[in-house]
Structures are given as C-alpha cells and as structure tokens.
C-alpha cells in the first residue's frame, strides 16, 4: 500500500476564496480518494476519482487526477468557514489497505 | 446500527494499566480498520482485518499493542502497559469488501490519556 502526500501541510484563507490542495504518489493506481477530518474525529469521505478519469465534480468540489505525473489536486470553490478541516487524500492499487498522510490543514476565515 | 461506533469516547489511565478500545463497525463490512492520530498528526495505520483472512498486523508500534475481531464484526484494540506515547486519538474504520472502489467509514474515535 502507498501513502499520498498532500500540499501544503497549512492553508489559511478568506470565506469566499477558492482552496487548492494537491496530493502526489509514487506507484500506479485503481483510484484515488479524498477524504475530510474535523477537529481530530473520524473521516468523511468526499469523492473518489477513478485512474481513468481526470476530473471530477461534486457540489463545490472539484478533483483532477494526473496519473502520468501521479498527482491529484482537490479545489474547494466558494470557501466557508465551515469547510475549515483537514484534507486526506489516499490513493489505492487494487484491494490494498488505505493508508493516510499528514493532511492539509485548511482554515477559512469568516 | 448507522455508522462505525466506538467506545469508550474518552479514556484516562495511568502509565502501566492496560486499556481495551470497543469499535462497532457497519453490520456486514468484512474490512475493519485501526489507526492512530497524535495530536496535530496524520493518520498512522495499525492493523488490518479482512473477512477470515489473517490480519495486517504490520502497523502495530510494538508487542504492546493487539487487537481482535470477534465474530467477523466487534473488533477490540488492547494496549498493555500503557505509556505516556500511547495518548492518541484510536479511530477504527470499516468498509464494505475488498474492492478497490470502497469508502472507508470511520467512527468518532476514542481519545485516550496515559498520565
């Protein structure tokens, strides 16, 4: 199993501004998952994005996946304070177990 | 039930007790997770359960730690001899399968403090 890195570790901005975190990786992939923390309970699971897609949308997400640079990047657009978290993204090759970095930790300011 | 439940919440011992960690995963997920977050950290994985197959052990920090799964569903995480570097948040995780495309449910986690 492989563990993602994510960019930058600390990510501070205004309510409103758009949030981008990236995530690089070493080995191929089946698909790439992001996930949220709030104040150090359990994750939530945003979006998964298969190798072969290369963007994806949900609501004010949106996830791009670069599998020749092995990289993922996850935008939050229209940013609110309750977004302010930390963000996981943990890519997987087949069944292997999922394992998790140290985050991004976003703060929205009101 | 709904979600991954664990309990207790909150845990305080004292150095040297031993200390069970309960999670209740989805009824019906064969894959059940445990990791461990110190304070301002990431995610470090400890073990590994999948249908009947042998756990993933390879995450476990040291002989201290073990855990079960009773019956393919309650899982208990037992640290013995606590030390003041086992405080941490213990967050257990389960999902449907093996497939590659399943999400990891998590419960709430249960905090423990080793005075």
């Known amino acids: 199993s492989q563990q993602g890195e994510e960019d930058p570790q600390a990510l501070s901005i205004q309510e409103g501004e758009n949030a981008t975190m990236n995530c690089s990786y070493k080995?191929?992939?089946?698909?790439l998952q992001w996930y949220r923390q709030n104040s150090g309970r359990g994750l939530v699971h945003l979006i998964l994005i298969r190798s072969n897609e290369r963007e994806k949308h949900s609501g004010r997400l949106r996830v791009t996946l670069d599998t020749s640079k092995k990289s993922s990047s996850l935008l939050i657009t229209a940013s609110r304070a309750a977004d302010t978290a930390s963000y996981f993204c943990a890519p997987r090759r087949g069944s292997e177990k999922l394992v998790f970095g140290k985050g991004t930790k976003l703060t929205v300011n009101p | 039930g709904a979600g991954v439940s664990q309990s207790p919440s909150n845990k305080v011992t004292e150095k040297g007790k031993d200390v069970e960690l309960r999670c209740d995963p989805i009824s019906g997920h064969t894959a059940l997770y445990w990791y461990r977050q110190s304070l301002g950290q990431g995610l470090e994985f400890l073990i590994y359960?999948?249908?009947?197959?042998?756990?993933?052990k390879s995450g476990l920090p040291s002989d201290r730690f073990s855990a079960e799964r009773t019956g393919g569903s309650v899982s208990t995480l037992t640290i013995q001899r606590t030390q003041q570097e086992d405080s941490a948040v213990y967050l257990c995780?389960?999902?449907?399968?093996?497939?590659?495309?399943?999400?990891?449910?998590f419960g709430p986690g249960t905090r423990l403090t080793v005075l």
């Open positions: 359960f999948q249908g009947n197959s042998a756990p993933d």
């Open positions: 080995t191929s992939i089946n698909n």
């Open positions: 995780a389960s999902s449907s399968g093996q497939g590659a495309y399943n999400e990891q449910f």
